[in-house]
């Protein structure tokens, strides 16, 4: 089993729609969490942090549950712009500092 | 501005040459780290470094070098290519281990016949 794992999707959505990705992760000492997001044969950008409160970025909001261990990403009003690759990010530092990547949850958003 | 810039961006080998990915950062960063990327397997580190002349290995080490002469400068050489080092490669800095930042180049592509 992975260490964080994601639904390789794809997700294909409407403009305008609402979608969510969950990230499940199996070290309950994982300490720091991100989204990024990866365009098409182009580098990975960090989305946002997830803060244990949940925070929002515009249409972008992230939360965290520590005790299912998964992280969310709920993209609001879907644009054809966020067609793209969103990564789940997690940090810890046992036995040595680690970051862990996600394979990724693919989403096309359709006009 | 730079950021982290990669190269070669495309490079075909033949099994049993080797070739080294270059990669420069102009952000002063002290932590720097090289991944390659492969298809449902996610980001894979390869080797890091937390500053000049200090470097480690990775989860996938095995087939590659590194050194870290400098802040700027953290090369990524192949020693002798095999198939299963075709991959998408990105090299990466960021101010520390942790921070919320991890700043990418733009991925080099090798194949490897």
């Known amino acids: 089993r992975k260490e964080v794992e994601q639904d390789p999707g794809p997700f294909n959505v409407p403009e305008g729609a609402t979608v969510a990705f969950n990230c499940t992760y199996s070290n309950s000492a994982s300490q720091s969490f991100f989204w990024y997001r990866q365009d098409c044969r182009k580098e990975p950008k960090l989305l946002m942090s997830?803060?244990?409160s949940g925070n929002e970025d515009g249409r972008f909001t992230a939360q965290l549950n520590r005790a299912s261990q998964y992280i969310s990403l709920l993209i609001r009003d879907s644009k054809l712009s966020d067609s793209a690759t969103y990564l789940c990010?997690?940090?810890?530092?046992?036995?040595?500092?680690?970051?862990?990547f996600g394979a990724g949850t693919r989403l096309f958003v359709k006009a | 501005n730079a950021g982290v810039t990669q190269t070669p961006k495309f490079q075909v080998l033949k099994t049993g040459q080797s070739m080294t990915l270059q990669c420069a950062q102009d952000?002063?960063?002290?932590?720097m780290s090289w991944y390659r990327q492969d298809p449902g397997m996610g980001l894979r580190l390869i080797h890091y470094?937390?500053?000049?002349?200090?470097?480690d290995q990775g989860e996938v080490p095995n087939g590659y070098n590194v050194s870290r002469s400098t802040t700027e400068d953290f090369p990524l050489r192949l020693l002798s290519a095999a198939p299963s080092q075709t991959s998408v490669y990105f090299c990466a800095s960021s101010y520390a281990q942790g921070v919320n930042t991890i700043y990418f180049g733009e991925g080099s592509w090798l194949t490897v016949v």
């Open positions: 952000m002063n960063h002290e932590y």
């Open positions: 997830v803060y244990s």
């Open positions: 470094s937390v500053g000049a002349g200090i470097t």
């Open positions: 990010v997690v940090n810890r530092n046992t036995g040595g500092f680690k970051t862990i």
